[in-house]
């Protein structure tokens, strides 16, 4: 287990039994989730954008005007969607974006630099937060601690958050 980062692998044991040790129920993997349509029928998209915008005006937690809604598998293929792009837009071989992310940090956060784009973006714990192909993975509220994290990134267009709790 990493010592840093917040490695979910340690909980195990939490998962499989319940507060007074009964068995948990447990999907199987294969099970689908309800969003999974979206790969064979489109057409309920524009109404899940226009409830997505309603429900964050009514919360009031993020004004999506000017954004995009982009409906994925969760967190982590937006968030390394998003890497690569900045990776081909920002890094090259010789000059590879510079990714960290505040402790603690999932476990596989220092993988994603390897799989987002063809040797254009590094793990550097130590990045310097002010080099302009600097990159920060923010979560906050943060798992598995539920910290509140402030962005350190001096360039908010290479700050990548994921704030999947922060309702």
């Not at 409906?71 to 998003?82: D, E, K, M, Q, R």
């Amino acid at each position: 287990m990493h010592t840093h980062s917040a490695d979910l692998r340690a909980r195990a044991t939490h998962w499989r039994t319940g507060p007074n040790g009964e068995p948990v129920t447990t999907i199987p993997s294969d099970f689908g989730l309800a969003y999974q349509f979206f790969e064979t029928d489109t057409t309920l998209l524009p109404q899940l954008e226009s409830t997505i915008r309603a429900l964050h005006k009514m919360v009031g937690n993020v004004n999506p005007d000017g954004y995009y809604v982009l409906p994925g598998y969760g967190g982590t293929g937006a968030a390394l969607s998003v890497l690569t792009a900045l990776a081909r837009r920002h890094g090259t071989a010789e000059k590879k974006l510079q990714v960290f992310a505040q402790p603690p940090y999932f476990f596989d956060y220092p993988d994603w630099p390897g799989i987002a784009d063809y040797g254009r973006a590094e793990w550097a714990e130590d990045a310097d937060p002010s080099a302009a192909t600097t990159v920060e993975l923010l979560n906050s509220p943060a798992n598995p601690d539920g910290g509140l994290r402030v962005p350190k990134v001096h360039n908010a267009s290479m700050l990548i958050c994921d704030f999947v709790f922060d309702w």
